[in-house]
């Protein structure tokens, strides 16, 4: 079906009070990110409803894109018609003989915000009803949970015909929570806390940390990749390679092999905290799931945690690894993620990582570290890149390439 417009209903965001109309307006922002591809698309944002006009749009293409924007609750699309009753009659009878196979239920749903128009909702009902009727006499009518609801609003400007509820992605609009920066391996895990805090409002940068030549460029990739996956969900995300070759070396030289995990998560998260700071960032996030490895013991929280003040949010802490993929599967991450290209945690794993490892222990080796000046060397060599979900396609066909 050729539709006109796509009428949009906003969810949570009916609680927000105040703030409701900062909401709306991140949400019309974050929709008109996601499809920058139409720009013949008009959006029109309002207190209760967002409309986009399609203007000639491809409605499916346009439908697949609005299911991933956090903060739909869901969308109807609709067909645009002149504002006269044999019209209406005319496109209530067309879109029946579309969607009518000969065993459903049905019921008409009018509404008029056009209180001048010739006909009241229920006369509408009535006559719009008659008309299904005319056409299949056998079709029966049901007034709750009908297998088609074909609703229709009269409006100052036309009439819209709708038969369709199609569920969004829900929560909030990504960027009314502020900003946070994800701490990407190649895994499954951080992806799906990407995710999760995007869906309650988070914009987010993906800090990806790599050592080559230990790492190679298809695990960088793979983490570009991963980040395109998430980039549907708002449009695009900034990814930042930070090069740690340096850090891990000094580290494997003059720490002890049980610490040196202990200290090389210490040296991400205070490298993380800095982007944070010079990128206005107000949390770090990662995919620590509690127990899951030697690094995400509480102890190990404990002693990792303990260089930022800065609130380390972590969405996927209390869910079995089972759960997180079939979250990961879900958004489309689990087959990249399990690609065996290794990231920096992984190619400096040492054998017996120390799962309860000591403060004073690690204060006695980053001693013998230029912390500092790593740091500023790192930071001095940040590299910034714009991913987006066209990036995906592209890359993929580079990535099984190398394969």
């Known amino acids: 079906m050729n539709y006109s417009e796509i009428m949009v209903r906003y969810g949570e965001l009916s609680t927000k009070g105040k703030n409701r109309k900062g909401f709306i307006m991140q949400l019309a922002q974050n929709v008109r990110s996601t499809l920058q591809e139409f720009p013949m698309i008009k959006i029109k944002a309002d207190r209760d409803r967002m409309h986009l006009l399609l203007n000639g749009a491809d409605s499916q293409a346009v439908i697949e894109k609005l299911q991933k924007v956090f903060g739909i609750q869901n969308f109807s699309p609709s067909i645009r018609v002149p504002k006269e ?32 128009f010739v006909q009241t909702s229920e006369e509408l009902n009535l006559t719009l009803g008659n008309a299904v009727i005319d056409l299949f006499p056998d079709i029966k009518v049901q007034m709750k949970r009908p297998d088609i609801n074909l609703r229709v609003e009269i409006r100052l400007d036309a009439a819209y015909l709708s038969y369709e509820t199609i569920q969004g992605a829900g929560g909030l609009p990504v960027g009314t929570s502020g900003r946070g920066m994800l701490m990407l391996s190649g895994g499954i895990d951080s992806p799906v806390a990407g995710y999760f805090a995007m869906k309650r409002g988070v914009e987010i940068e993906a800090v990806h940390f790599a050592s080559p030549p230990y790492t190679s460029e298809q695990a960088l990739q793979k983490a570009k990749d991963l980040t395109a996956k998430l980039a549907p969900y708002v449009g695009s995300i900034q990814f930042i390679e930070v090069p740690f070759t340096e850090v891990q070396e000094e580290i494997k030289k003059v720490v002890p092999q049980g610490y040196w995990m202990t200290i090389t998560r210490r040296m991400m998260l205070r490298l993380t905290d800095a982007i944070c700071q010079l990128r206005n960032g107000l949390i770090i996030l990662n995919g620590e799931s509690l127990g899951q490895v030697a690094s995400q013991t509480l102890q190990s929280m404990v002693a990792i945690n303990e260089v930022t003040n800065r609130p380390v949010v972590r969405p996927v802490a209390t869910m079995d690894k089972l759960e997180i993929i079939e979250v990961a599967q879900q958004i489309d991450t689990f087959e990249l993620a399990i690609q065996p290209f290794e990231d920096c945690c992984t190619i400096f794993a040492p054998p017996q990582p120390k799962t309860r490892p000591k403060l004073e222990k690690v204060y006695l080796y980053e001693e013998r570290l230029d912390i500092e000046g790593m740091m500023q060397r790192a930071l001095a060599n940040l590299k910034i890149s714009t991913i987006t979900a066209s990036s995906l396609s592209q890359n993929t066909e580079e990535f099984e390439d190398l394969l």
């Open 85 to 116: 009753i044999p019209a209406l009659i005319d496109a209530v009878q067309m879109m029946m003989k579309e969607i009518y196979t000969g065993v459903e239920s049905f019921k008409i749903t009018a509404k008029r915000s056009d209180h001048d």
